[in-house]
């Protein structure tokens, strides 16, 4: 069996978190992000989820400690 190049849990909480972004009532720069991808990109449901995700897991690492140089270039999420 090969071994996974990911952390499990990780994934989950990410997974999680981009859930309560698309899903809440609240209105945020990362549900307009997602209606972005599904009208105009017309990405699927399940692979607008994964890249809202990956872009909330850039945006967690890029304010760890040593990349806070970073941290506005990535918060940002320039849509177009």
């Given at each position: 069996r090969r071994s996974s190049q990911f952390n499990r849990t990780m994934k989950y909480v990410f997974r999680t978190a981009a859930l309560a972004c698309v899903d809440g009532a609240a209105k945020?720069?990362?549900?307009?992000y997602y209606?972005?991808?599904?009208?105009?990109?017309?990405?699927?449901?399940?692979?607008?989820?994964?890249?809202?995700?990956r872009r909330i897991c850039i945006a967690t690492f890029a304010v760890m400690p040593g990349r806070i140089e970073s941290c506005?270039?990535?918060?940002?999420?320039?849509i177009l």
């Amino acid at each position: 069996r090969r071994s996974s190049q990911f952390n499990r849990t990780m994934k989950y909480v990410f997974r999680t978190a981009a859930l309560a972004c698309v899903d809440g009532a609240a209105k945020g720069i990362i549900r307009d992000y997602y209606h972005h991808l599904l009208t105009e990109k017309r990405y699927t449901e399940q692979n607008a989820r994964n890249a809202v995700a990956r872009r909330i897991c850039i945006a967690t690492f890029a304010v760890m400690p040593g990349r806070i140089e970073s941290c506005g270039l990535v918060i940002s999420m320039t849509i177009l």
